[in-house]
């Protein structure tokens, strides 16, 4: 994709200091796009804001049309508009793809709630509380599918509280869904959802569960040989 497709002006971007394989990702939106630098609002994680100095070298996580992009690039240094702090970041040569660990799902049957929104997203849709219960078939970095009593139209929105719990995970996850497509198998509904502006926090958690459900799933096996 052209990189003026994915960095564009009013998009969200997460931006995480590169400095080792932990990184810290904080939230925020672009702001400016020039032909050589873009500028983007003070990262924040957790309300507070994080700190970046001129000369760092970053990491730029984005969603965009559910495709995550990534790329590294280098702080420039900071400037303010109508009394807005912006950090200047350098426009990349080229945007990669992340790679495609997301794409790794697990079957599985782990109780979750949601709730229905409709077509139309709602600005505060993170302070709804999912309340209907629901059990998931199988998850990935990506999206779910889920069994349902009765059935869910294509691009109804939801909301969906998943608690994950493996070794070092111990988080309930609150997300925005989309129905993409439902099947009747004998009395239920087998509903596909995909993830609706999931950080790049969230997605790291959903992949290390799966990696960690399959690695268990595996070490089972051998031990039943």
Do not use: C
Request: charged fraction near 25%.
């Amino acid at each position: 994709m052209m990189i003026e497709k994915v960095i564009e002006v009013n998009s969200r971007i997460e931006v995480a200091l590169d400095d080792g394989e932990n990184h810290i990702f904080g939230q925020s939106l672009i702001q400016e796009v020039l032909d050589d630098t873009f500028s983007v609002m003070i990262p924040v994680r957790d309300g507070h804001a994080l700190y970046f100095g001129s000369g760092d070298n970053v990491i730029i996580s984005m969603l965009k049309n559910n495709v995550r992009y990534s790329f590294k690039t280098e702080v420039l240094g900071k400037k303010k508009d109508s009394d807005i702090r912006l950090l200047v970041l350098k426009k990349p040569q080229k945007i990669d793809v992340a790679e495609r660990r997301n794409l790794v799902r697990i079957k599985t049957l782990l109780p979750a709630k949601f709730e229905i929104i409709g077509n139309t997203l709602p600005k505060n849709w993170q302070i709804i509380e999912p309340l209907q219960e629901a059990y998931i078939t199988n998850l990935s970095g990506k999206g779910l599918n889920m069994s349902l009593d009765s059935p869910l139209s294509a691009d109804t929105l939801l909301v969906l509280s998943l608690r994950l719990q493996a070794e070092n995970i111990n988080v309930t996850l609150k997300l925005l869904g989309k129905v993409v497509r439902y099947e009747q198998v004998a009395r239920v509904y087998r509903t596909g959802v995909i993830f609706m502006d999931i950080t790049q926090q969230q997605e790291d958690i959903i992949i290390s569960y799966v990696f960690q459900y399959l690695r268990k799933s595996i070490q089972l096996i051998k031990d039943d040989d």
